[in-house]
């Protein structure tokens, strides 16, 4: 791994001639400083919005969840689909830090440790709308499979929600422990800066007393290597499971093979939005320029065409099953309810396939992909559009299914419903706030790991050292 | 190999001192568990020793500060056990249902001393434990908070001595009794001592939708004014021009019975009844019609007319083609059915009745289909009468006036002329049991009894006799209004005696009261003589001519209508019947104007047949509102679009409107539509050829239970939801709906392999108790009796309009309505949808916590102390059965008090003590979060078992009877073990296998409700019906 040899022609994942030295000031420097003013007002927002969707959800428990406009039609609504929405966001992180790190990608060092925050945190706020959508959500702790004394009685397996439940915890977990094990080295770099007592203190516990041995970095490494390979099925088996609470079930709309792939795709294509999102705000903020360079933000929207592309394809091949499978029922959801722009929810569909589908083909243009504004305009379009995606196939399904005489009346969402919503963006910047305040939003040690294949300066002198043997460069340089 | 030491720091090379101290110490630093004395407990660090102290003390504080808000309820034990008394039996009592002149013979059943529940009596020969709606709900009114709960005086409370001897005082003549229809013998009997003694007195019956037209034109041509009995079930050929008989026309549930006969379609004989049907606004009857023509509503009696005319071999008058033919088919059915035939009328013109008289002497219906040696009582009141005595009080000619049942002050369309009239009357006295728009204006209020709580009888018709007997004390301070009148005219006697010495002598002494009372009925000794009357046609010719010199109507015709759940306002102020959907418009919670496609077009800017507007309509419950003027009254009521509404005619229903002192479920409730009715000739006329109508700009939501009613889409017609076909088809090929089936099963091993071929899972036997449910959608009528009955059996919460509108209703039992064909003149057929208890419930496997499961009985059951509500079920269920308790609609949350400002008015009063007396014990009173849906009465099936068992032997059908089935006046429900090739279920099942189908059977979710296809007796039109339903 140490001997990697890097082409001239790719572009530096750290710009600037930058030294480890540097490197650590660079993304160490804000923790250390007072937050900035925008800081201060970022924060108290997010903390108001969570503080709503607090009251939102007191109002649900306490009166019912008939403070939302949900009905004997539409089960769920705006629940559901946020909650799809987080979770699919919550995908980025772990397939960046996991998949991307088996696949050897250098790149995803510059943006690792926020995506995988991004991920946490997203898991946090998807894990919301499962408990308080209940009923009765103080009874939420009969979806645990425990030992209990009411008799033979247990959870039930076949449910597609009871695996939401291992698959989410278990997703929440890995990624927890992956992302944290990652910030240990850089939690004891700052810890060795720290110019007060208690600083010293908090930063200790937080670094486990590491002390950047040989022995730590090669456990490190080795756990590194064993949390990727369990996250990695994890990343194809979270939405995909998600995915199974419609796919198993006899709605029109839902009943759909071809979910699984779809929604992967579909979450990552969100999740790499959602990291296109901060990203561009944290270099900006944090002037971290240098290290997520127009190289990662053109990977990333690489991504992003990509999977916009596989989804594009899966709703295409959908509408194509409405009309080939001669199913009236899925040919009326698909071709009435969804595709009918004049259909009351018609103008969803659309939004839909505007967002994801057609507006992501201007990243085919290098120029595009290179341009800062475009791609922060666009990571909100898709995230707009997929939060559609999950409106249309839960509410869309819903709402005019077998029998004409349930169909619903419109649904719209009540001020609670969306306060819960909004309270989940609280708590997801209040969280990214205190993160960027207080750990390195950058994975220095892993920067400094690819420094010297890939840092531009050191790309630099390599059109110098090329000319010489490789036996010479390793032993010039490979320490 | 030499084992190598390897050191990890230089520390632990050269062993040094701080070495050793850092192995030694696994904490490096001190621990904080230090008890400083001097500092608070809050100051101090963690106080380890005491940590357990603390965490005791707080967790037991936590807990005694919690119970001590508990609520306290109180139980009063029996101090003696009463002998007839088994807690937890239910008793059942023979009793009467009596409104105004509705009569059904009921049985209360009664549980820990409350009556909870209606059932019909079975051994009365008129409804055979048929009911209504109106009577499943009536037990909801023996609770109502707004009862009257003690006799007043200018609106102070007083006694009845002091009342009594007031009255006493005051009353002078001329005294008029003011009564709504009497159906029973005793009370006539009562009032007739009382008149007596009163000299100059007299008695008024005021009916608020009154048959005076019937019952003047049966005096003209017969001599009688009286309304005949009427036997649907011995017509071949009935025709209706207006005459709702299955939903408000006279006595609704002995018709739906009789007309259920004759629409049963047997395999083996596959004739049935063929009904033709006039009206101007879709009916309850006119959706169950195998055909059915539009008409003006001033066009009635043109239809009469013609239709006399064509039987006595004339020409047709009336020029609409599509009329033509259908008084042409409708004379032709008539005339080959000679003897066999009926038609009836709904009009109140004495001069169209003497013609529906006239076509019924010229099919020989008397003696056959009419009985005129059974006259009916259900109503009695004359227009004219009723007129005179507002005349009278007017003049000031009355001095007493006292009223029982009836309601002029909001059900007359003159009504200020009525309280003008009411204001000169020196004493009146209401005997009315709320306070009605009329009993606010009486000055002495001695409030009657619930019938739940009274002594009395009925005679719905001559010599059927049905009891009355109490089932609870009374509630209230409260008196019988007989008790009142016997009182007041010197008797020695009370009411209870009075009946008791009256019916002795004629049912056979005590032993014979005693049994009539157990029966709840005394019927004829013999029946099937059918007779006619001597008819005179001497009024029929001038009856023609008034008739064709009637004035045409105008632009726009206006028809007012009963609704089948509030009828005339009886049932306003009732929860449960005003959350009961119309089965015409589905609506909750109001009146409305209907309109027709046709004018929604010209007046509302809404086009049904282009979807995006019809789309925009049925979605956004706020309809526009209209106003409609008639004889310079007004009124403003959102429009409902309703196909089969006659183009140049809207309809409004009355019974709305009613004053806030009726209960809370009025309040904000429609608009009276009384005033707009007007006298016509004798005889109030329900309709008005002369309206003018405007959109005002502004919306008004309605509730609506059901938003689109066509089962036919874009991508085809939903066959495997609804199946229906033509006689004519049904007689070509029988096994036309098996073929259907077996076509759409195909590619899963067809009918017989479906079972298993339709699954990868393995198959299960289902050996033992199976339950299975047959609905036959053939005599089913949709009349909605089974939908409160469902309501009131498992305590099924009214959850009030603001719900209703955001789609939260919890009935458990519905009936779709869906419309086929042609958007302006659609047929209509009902489908009741229960929850299908499948096999293979999609429901079950989604549940994360096993909530719903199925019994080894084959029922899909729920249990609701498991639920932790995520709504997957419901959302999985493709019948949308599942019901969801979005707020605490009981009052059983565990959270205490939160329903106000959450759930209205009318659902804080279902839970008040005095209301929550109706719920049934039996079945558990679900709390906020839970799934509810039905459970095919479980607790009834559980009964039926131990009662078996008790007696040891095996379980039999008249065992059990669910809710539903029980309430159902034309058996359309049967219910049983499928697994027990006796019982009726099973029978139904084979020997009936052609029209039987499941709903969406494709889906493999095997259900265990069957339905019986939908046949209208149609002979020509089968291939275009063919290709109408199959496009």
Redesign the interface.
Same mark, same amino acid.
């Given at each position: 791994m140490h001997l990697k040899y890097e082409s001239q022609l790719r572009e530096p994942l750290v710009n600037g001639n930058k030294n480890y030295h540097q490197v650590t000031e660079d993304i160490i420097r804000p923790i250390e400083a007072k937050p900035a003013r925008l800081w201060y007002i970022g924060f108290y927002i997010a903390v108001a919005l969570l503080l709503f969707g607090v009251y939102s959800v007191y109002r649900d428990v #306490?009166? $019912?969840? $008939?403070q939302w406009?949900?009905?004997? #039609?539409?089960?769920?609504g705006w629940d559901i689909t946020n909650f799809v929405w987080w979770v699919g966001i919550g995908h980025a992180g772990t397939l960046i830090s996991a998949i991307l790190l088996l696949f050897r990608q250098g790149w995803r060092t510059g943006v690792n440790r926020a995506a995988e925050a991004m991920t946490i945190f997203a898991v946090m706020c998807a894990g919301q709308f499962?408990i308080w959508?209940? $009923?009765?959500?103080?009874?939420?702790f009969?979806?645990l499979p425990y030992p209990n004394t009411r008799g033979p009685?247990?959870?039930?397996f076949?449910?597609?929600?009871?695996w939401d439940?291992f698959a989410i915890s278990t997703y929440f977990t890995v990624s927890l422990l992956f992302w944290y094990s990652g910030l240990i080295p850089d939690m004891a770099t700052v810890r060795d800066r720290a110019f007060t007592k208690l600083r010293k203190r908090l930063y200790g516990i937080a670094s486990f007393g590491w002390s950047g041995s040989t022995?730590h970095w090669q456990r490190h490494e080795s756990l590194s290597l064993v949390l990727a390979g369990l996250s990695t099925p994890l990343v194809l088996s979270v939405h995909t499971i998600v995915s199974f609470?419609f796919a #198993?079930?006899?709605?029109p709309g839902w009943h759909t093979t071809i979910f699984p792939p779809y929604f992967v795709a579909g979450a990552i294509f969100s999740g790499f939005a959602m990291v296109q999102t901060l990203m561009v705000i944290i270099r900006k903020v944090f002037q971290m320029e240098d290290y997520i360079t127009m190289g990662h933000i053109e990977a990333m929207n690489k991504v992003i065409v990509l999977t916009g592309s596989i989804v594009g394809i899966a709703y295409l091949t959908e509408l194509f099953m409405g009309w080939y499978s001669q199913n009236?029922?899925e $040919?009326?959801t698909f071709?009435?309810s969804r595709a009918?722009l004049?259909?009351?929810y018609g103008w969803s569909y659309w939004g839909m396939m505007t967002c994801n589908v057609l507006s992501p083909q201007i990243f085919w243009f290098r120029k595009m992909r290179r341009n800062l504004f475009v791609t922060f305009f666009m990571s909100v379009i898709v995230n707009i559009g997929m939060w559609f995606e999950r409106f249309v196939i839960i509410v869309t399904s819903?709402y005019?299914?077998?029998?004409?005489?349930?169909?619903?009346?419109?649904y719209s969402p009540s001020i609670w419903e969306v306060g819960f919503y909004v309270g989940t963006f609280g708590l997801f910047f209040t969280c990214f706030f205190l993160f960027a305040k207080y750990a390195p939003v950058i994975a220095v040690a892993e920067i400094k790991y690819v420094l010297k294949t890939s840092g531009e300066s050191f790309k630099d002198n390599m059109g110098d050292i090329e000319v010489q043997q490789v036996e010479a460069f390793v032993h010039d340089h490979a320490h | 190999m030499e084992q190598k030491k390897h050191w990890?720091s230089f520390g632990e090379l050269n062993q040094s001192e701080a070495y050793h101290k850092d192995v030694k110490d696994e904490f490096r630093e001190e621990l904080p568990f230090v008890a400083d004395e001097s500092s608070s407990f809050l100051q101090a660090k963690a106080p380890r020793r005491d940590f357990l102290k603390y965490l005791g003390f707080s967790t037991a504080a936590a807990a005694v500060a919690a119970s001590c808000e508990m609520p306290i309820k109180r139980a009063i034990p029996f101090a003696n056990k009463p002998e007839d008394v088994v807690p937890g039996n239910a008793k059942f009592y023979a009793t009467t249902y009596v409104q105004d002149g509705d009569v059904i013979s009921v049985l209360a059943k009664v549980r820990d001393g409350r009556p909870i529940k209606i059932e019909g009596n079975e051994l009365s020969p008129l409804t055979k434990g048929g009911t209504s709606a109106r009577a499943q709900a009536s037990v909801l009114d023996l609770y109502d908070t707004a009862r009257l709960r003690f006799p007043t005086i200018d609106g102070k409370e007083t006694t009845f001595e002091a009342i009594d001897k007031a009255v006493a005082g005051a009353m002078s003549g001329p005294v008029v009794l003011l009564t709504s229809t009497i159906t029973s013998p005793s009370t006539k009997e009562v009032i007739a001592q009382f008149l007596a003694k009163n000299p100059g007195s007299r008695h008024v019956t005021y009916d608020a939708v009154s048959y005076s037209g019937m019952l003047l034109a049966n005096e003209a041509t017969y001599g009688k004014r009286a309304i005949p009995s009427y036997h649907f079930e011995n017509a071949k050929a009935i025709v209706s021009i207006g005459a709702d008989f299955l939903g408000t026309w006279i006595s609704p549930v002995e018709f739906s019975r009789q007309y259920a006969t004759g629409k049963k379609i047997d395999e083996k004989k596959p004739e049935m009844s063929k009904h033709i049907h006039f009206e101007s606004v879709p009916s309850l009857t006119g959706s169950n019609a195998d055909e059915k023509y539009l008409h003006r509503p001033s066009e009635m009696g043109a239809v009469v007319l013609s239709l006399l005319n064509v039987i006595s071999g004339q020409h047709v008058t009336v020029t609409d083609e599509k009329l033509k033919t259908g008084i042409q088919k409708a004379a032709k059915a008539l005339l080959d059915n000679k003897g066999a035939a009926l038609v009836v009328c709904g009009s109140n013109d004495v001069n169209i009745q003497i013609l529906v008289n006239a076509i019924n002497e010229a099919i020989g219906a008397g003696g056959k289909t009419i009985d005129w040696s059974v006259p009916v009582n259900h109503r009695q009141g004359i227009d004219a009468d009723f007129a005179k005595l507002v005349a009278d009080m007017n003049a000031g000619a009355v001095g007493t006036l006292l009223i029982h049942g009836a309601n002029p002050a909001y059900s007359w369309f003159a009504a200020d002329a009525f309280k003008t009239g009411l204001a000169k009357v020196k004493t009146t006295v209401s005997f009315n049991s709320k306070a009605d728009e009329t009993t606010e204006l009486c000055k002495y209020v001695i409030p009657d009894h619930h019938y739940l709580e009274s002594w009395g009888d009925a005679e719905a018709k001559a010599g059927h006799y049905s009891f009355i007997q109490p089932t609870i004390f009374p509630l209230f301070k409260t008196r019988q209004w007989q008790d009142s009148l016997l009182k007041w005219s010197g008797a020695s006697v009370d009411y209870l005696a009075f009946l008791k010495t009256y019916w002795s002598a004629k049912v056979g002494g005590e032993t014979g009261w005693d049994k009539a009372l157990q029966d709840g009925v005394v019927n004829p000794a013999t029946t099937g003589n059918l007779s006619g009357a001597t008819y005179n046609a001497g009024p029929v010719t001038a009856a023609m001519a008034a008739v064709s010199a009637a004035k045409k109507g105008g632009k726009l015709e206006l028809v007012l209508y009963e609704k089948i759940g509030i009828g005339a306002g009886q049932g306003a102020a009732n929860p449960w019947l005003q959350e009961m959907p119309d089965p015409i418009t589905r609506a909750t919670w109001d009146n409305y104007v209907i309109v027709s496609p046709a004018l929604a077009r010209t007046l509302l800017n809404i086009d049904l047949n282009i979807?995006?507007e019809a789309?925009?309509y049925?979605?956004?419950?706020p309809k526009k509102v209209v106003k409609v003027t008639v004889n310079g009254k007004s009124i403003e009521l959102p429009a409902l679009i309703i196909p089969g509404t006659q183009p140049d005619t809207i309809a409004i229903a009355v019974g709305y409107g009613r004053s806030e002192k009726m209960g809370k479920a009025v309040v904000g409730t429609g608009k009276n539509a009384f005033p707009l009715a007007s006298m016509q000739g004798s005889t109030v006329s329900f309709t008005n050829g002369e309206v003018t109508i405007a959109a005002t700009g502004d919306t008004y939501p309605v509730a609506?239970t059901?938003?689109?009613?066509?089962?036919d889409?874009?991508?085809?017609v939903?066959t495997e939801?609804m199946k229906e076909l033509t006689l004519a088809e049904y007689k070509e090929n029988p096994t036309e709906i098996r073929e259907d089936r077996e076509k759409e099963l195909k590619p899963w091993g067809g009918l017989e392999k479906f079972e298993s071929q339709g699954t990868i899972y393995p198959v299960y036997d289902r050996p033992g108790i199976r339950w299975g449910m047959s609905v036959d959608l053939n005599t089913c009528t949709g009349c909605g009796a089974c939908v409160v009955a469902c309501t009131a059996e498992n305590n099924v919460s009214v959850v009030g309009k603001p719900?209703v509108?955001?789609?939260?209703?919890m009935q458990w039992l519905?009936i779709?309505?869906?419309y086929s064909g042609d958007m302006d003149d659609p047929k209509v057929v009902f489908?009741p949808?229960m929850c299908q208890q499948c096999d293979n419930a999609?429901c079950e496997?989604?549940?994360?916590?096993?909530a719903t499961n199925h019994s080894s009985e084959g029922l899909n059951q729920m249990v609701y102390n498991?639920?932790?509500?995520?709504?997957?079920c419901?959302?999985?269920c493709?019948?949308?059965v599942?019901?969801?308790?979005?707020?605490?609609y009981t009052g059983a949350d565990?959270?205490p008090d939160?329903q106000k400002g959450?759930v209205n008015d009318v659902v804080l009063d279902m839970n008040d003590d005095l209301t929550r007396m109706v719920l049934n014990p039996d079945v558990t009173v679900r709390?906020?979060?839970?799934?509810e849906k039905c459970s095919f009465c479980v607790q009834r099936l559980q009964e039926a078992k131990l009662t078996a068992k008790r007696e040891s032997r095996p379980m039999v059908d008249k065992d059990i009877k669910v809710a539903c089935q029980q309430a159902c006046p034309t058996n359309a429900i049967n219910f049983g073990n499928a697994n027990d090739k006796d019982s009726i279920i099973s029978r139904t099942r084979v020997e009936n296998p052609n029209r039987q189908f499941y709903?969406?059977e494709q889906?493999h979710?095997l259900p265990n409700v069957t339905y019986m296809a939908k046949v209208r007796n149609l002979e020509e039109e089968a291939g275009e019906k063919k290709e109408g339903a199959h496009a």
């Open positions: #306490t009166y $019912g969840i $008939g406009n949900l009905n004997k #039609t539409i089960g769920w499962p959508h209940m $009923g009765r959500v103080w009874m939420a009969f979806v009685l247990w959870v039930n076949n449910s597609p929600l009871l439940v022995k609470d #198993t079930s006899v709605i009236k029922f $040919g009326y071709w009435y009918n004049f259909s009351p819903l005019r299914d077998y029998l004409p005489s349930s169909w619903s009346v419109y | 990890q979807g995006g789309d925009a049925e979605v956004n419950p609506l059901q938003t689109h009613n066509r089962y889409t874009a991508q085809g939903r939801v719900e509108l955001r789609g939260h209703e519905r779709d309505k869906y489908q949808l999609p496997n989604v549940c994360p916590v096993a498991r639920c932790i509500g995520t709504r997957y419901a959302n999985n493709p019948y949308k599942r019901r969801f308790n979005w707020a605490d565990s959270f939160n959450i709390s906020r979060g839970v799934m709903v969406l889906l979710v």
